[in-house]
């Protein structure tokens, strides 16, 4: 299993910008398929992007496709999510998670992080 801890969340106006990490440990990180999720308040746990293990394959939603980037890095066992033109209604707690499956449910990632805040100002 992957143990995973997010940083880089915190509080930027609209149309900034901000890049999370996520550090992993664990021997499963480079065959994993991650993935960055996001909550808001009173909302279900939506998919925001994910990258395959080789980092060749990258999916978002349509809500942040052109604005957000997600990369990693196998050698140094962190995924990177650089998200530009920020708007309030990215607001949310981010999370990234490991699967060995992948796509959109998070039924399908097994290791989750803890959470970074990211909260937009208008």
């Known amino acids: 299993q992957v143990q995973l801890v997010e940083s880089g969340g915190g509080l930027v106006q609209a149309g900034g910008s901000l890049r999370l990490s996520c550090a992993a440990s664990g021997r499963t990180f480079s065959s994993a398929t991650l993935a960055w999720f996001r909550q808001a308040p009173g909302k279900e746990r939506q998919f925001v992007a994910a990258i395959t293990w080789s980092g060749y394959n990258t999916f978002y939603t349509d809500s942040v496709k052109g604005r957000f980037t997600i990369s990693r890095d196998n050698a140094k066992n962190t995924v990177y999510l650089q998200m530009n033109s920020l708007k309030p209604e990215d607001t949310a707690v981010y999370y990234c998670?490991?699967?060995?499956?992948?796509?959109?449910?998070?039924?399908?990632?097994?290791?989750w992080g803890q959470g970074t805040q990211v909260t937009v100002s208008s």
């Open positions: 998670a490991s699967s060995r499956r992948g796509g959109v449910y998070s039924s399908n990632y097994d290791s």
